[in-house]
């Protein structure tokens, strides 16, 4: 009886030790995830050697996945699909409150930690002020866009005493799924106003020479803090760490900056705290219970 029960015993610890995996709960394979500010394929095979660099690094296998906007990316966060994941400040605040998520990393471009968002018509549009914006075809990137949407919704507000723009002053709002197709839109005549990171037209200027003069900028917004490399809750310490430092290392690895670069235009990577980002979080609260997300 006793061999029986030290039998069991064992199975049950055998068990419970499968059950608990490797240390710290660390998956087998990393997931990072992105959302494409160019074509998904192309940004899907930019990314190979960024994730093949990694995986190296870390000893894990890394997979680089592309996902349909900011909002999908923050909900895989959540589920744990996705573990590392490329996102701007308010995606950030949106998956650091719902999921836990956690900030360790952000970008600088051209020795800046900000940058803002701007307003983009078409040169030909007459529109020349944001109160020229009334009633038209908005052309947002994405709803979990800092300046795509977060802090262009937020200017709107304050300036013309409305609670949620896409129905108290724009006529309509489209989702385009990026900063290139939102100033696209517009090009194309689709939108009458896009909203995205400055200056979105640069990007553009191979496949649309004409860009710079089709395409006028209007107005800009405050400042708003660079976008993030963070990580879900799940992982453990002392993987977090080696993220941490191996991303960091990529700034003495010419061919690793000049990936991030072509990915999202990034020049560096820095560390970063979830206290830099309070006044996304500020904003986004100003107006959480007006705006709508869905």
């Not at 029986?4 to 660390?26: E, H, K, R, T, Y």
Request: net charge negative; proline share 3%; hydrophobic share 40%.
């Amino acid at each position: 009886m006793k061999k029986v029960v030290s039998i069991l015993l064992i199975a049950i610890l055998a068990i419970s030790l499968a059950a608990c995996g490797n240390a710290g709960g660390d998956p087998d394979k990393l997931v990072m995830g992105f959302v494409p500010s160019q074509e998904s394929d192309t940004i899907a095979s930019t990314v190979e050697p960024l994730a093949k660099k990694l995986s190296e690094e870390l000893g894990i296998e890394v997979e680089g996945k592309v996902m349909t906007n900011y909002t999908a990316l923050v909900e895989a966060m959540g589920t744990n699909e996705v573990h590392i994941g490329f996102i701007p400040a308010f995606a950030y605040v949106l998956a650091n409150e719902k999921h836990g998520v956690e900030v360790i990393l952000k970008s600088e471009r051209y020795g800046a930690a900000e940058y803002r968002a701007q307003y983009v018509v078409r040169a030909d549009s007459g529109i020349e002020s944001l109160e020229d914006m009334k009633g038209k075809i908005w052309a947002i990137p994405d709803l979990a866009s800092t300046s795509g949407f977060l802090f262009p919704a937020a200017q709107i507000m304050d300036e013309f005493g409305v609670e949620d723009p896409q129905t108290g002053f724009f006529g309509e709002t489209v989702q385009t799924g990026g900063h290139d197709n939102a100033a696209i839109a517009v090009y194309n005549g689709d939108a009458d106003v896009a909203t995205t990171f400055e200056d979105v037209r640069k990007n553009l200027e191979k496949e649309y020479p004409d860009v710079m003069d089709k395409l006028k900028v209007v107005e800009y917004t405050d400042y708003i803090p660079n976008d993030t490399i963070s990580v879900t809750e799940e992982l453990s310490d002392e993987l977090v760490d080696k993220i941490r430092s191996t991303f960091l290392g990529f700034n003495e690895d010419e061919e690793m900056i000049a990936i991030m670069n072509e990915v999202y235009t990034w020049d560096a990577i820095r560390e970063a705290q979830d206290s830099e980002y309070q006044i996304v979080r500020d904003t986004y609260n100003k107006f959480k219970d007006t705006i709508t997300l869905d």
